[in-house]
């Protein structure tokens, strides 16, 4: 699979970089107009993948973010591998039917619904507002390299879930490419494959949830390129009962960076983002913070990274009642996703919240 690898330890730095750099005003000057190319690979569609450690330790190719997982030997590596092919084995024997129809109910027109969404998204930013044209000499090319069902959880069956993998380029009519990215984007439904083999109006849903996904991460990209400090993917998309925490959109754990979509300044590194080890009601957690402890990294303090999420996860009501006990609020939150899975998970706090988490660290 072209879009996906395993990756040593050791090579991880070569990959995770900082915030790329703003457009020049040249290079702003230049798009008067753009147009939304999307393209799939003709053998873009690959089987789907019922093993619950693929998502860790990986991470998707030119993203320049924090890894799936802690960062691991290649020794750790080969176990999670050699895990991860047995479990994948069961899945094809279980699933065998699905698999073989599964093709059959995906919507035949994902072109078209990707140009929609990601015109649609970079359309709405300030800079690109009524610029969105097909006759465009610049293009903002999506192509998808590869896309399959994942794993995404379990009940009596497994569940998954559809992803896209591939990038973005932005090509000015001079030739010159202007911006390149990688990206991950997976929908929100989780079903069992033979759901989604059965039901093509459940699959249409399921692939739109992760176009949308592509559409968000295509303004994005275009967004940090013109050097917005707050990117526009924050739009709520629920609240957790009255005067809850606002629900915002997952951020991509493979372009998240110490820099994006906050600046984590305490204890943050390249390896998985959160740096400081706690225990707090239970749990072994993995913590950054902002300068002023009011935005906090959350992640597990493990090897292969499980479903840390802001929906009910243990890890999650740890730091809440830990921060609720020392008089702090969350405002907002929302989860580090990848591979369809939450791997961790982003809140802003009306206090220092860092600091208070701190305290317990192990």
């Given amino acids: 699979m072209r879009s996906l690898l395993l990756v040593p330890a050791l090579l991880l730095p070569l990959l995770f970089g900082s915030c ?37 330790p990986i991470i998707t190719t030119g993203t320049g973010g924090f890894a799936a997982g802690a960062a691991a030997g290649a020794a750790a590596q080969l176990v999670v591998e050699i895990a991860a092919a047995a479990q994948q084995k069961m ?24 140009r929609k969404s990601v015109g649609k998204h970079i359309g709405s930013h300030a800079f ?138 305490q204890t943050c590194n390249i390896w998985s983002g959160a740096g400081l080890k706690i225990k707090v009601g239970g749990q072994k957690l993995k913590l950054a913070g902002s300068a002023d402890g009011k935005v906090i990294l959350i992640r597990e303090d493990a090897l292969v990274a499980k479903n840390v999420s802001t929906t009910g996860s243990p890890q999650y009501d740890a730091v809440r009642n830990t921060l609720r006990a020392s008089g702090i609020k969350i405002l907002r939150q929302r989860d580090m996703v990848m591979v369809g899975n939450s791997v961790g998970f982003f809140l802003e706090l009306d206090g220092d919240g860092y600091s208070a988490l701190a305290k317990f660290r192990s």
């Fill in 20 to 56: 790329a750099s703003h457009w020049t005003e040249a290079q702003k000057a230049q798009l008067t107009s753009l147009a939304v190319a999307p393209g799939i690979h003709s053998d873009a569609y690959v089987k789907p993948i019922g093993n619950e450690q693929y998502s860790a």
């Fill in 128 to 265: 690109f507002k009524g610029k969105i044209s097909d006759a465009s000499s610049n293009r903002f090319v999506v192509t998808v390299e590869n896309y399959r069902y994942v794993r995404a959880g379990k009940n009596d069956d497994i569940l998954v879930t559809p992803v896209f993998f591939g990038k973005f380029e932005l090509i000015a009519s001079d030739g010159k490419k202007l911006l390149s990215r990688g990206f991950t984007a997976a929908g929100d439904s989780k079903r069992p494959l033979t759901a989604f083999a059965n039901d093509k109006a459940l699959t249409s849903r399921a692939f739109d949830e992760a176009i949308e996904r592509i559409g968000l991460q295509a303004l994005n990209a275009v967004g940090e390129k013109l050097g917005d400090a707050q990117i526009a993917t924050d739009a709520p998309v629920a609240t957790h009962g009255t005067g809850g925490p606002v629900q915002l959109e997952p951020v991509n754990g493979g372009t998240a960076t110490c820099n994006k979509p906050y600046k984590l300044t």
């Fill in 91 to 114: 899945f094809e024997s279980r699933y065998a039917d699905a698999i073989a129809r599964a093709p059959g109910t995906i919507p035949g027109d994902l072109p078209g619904r990707i």
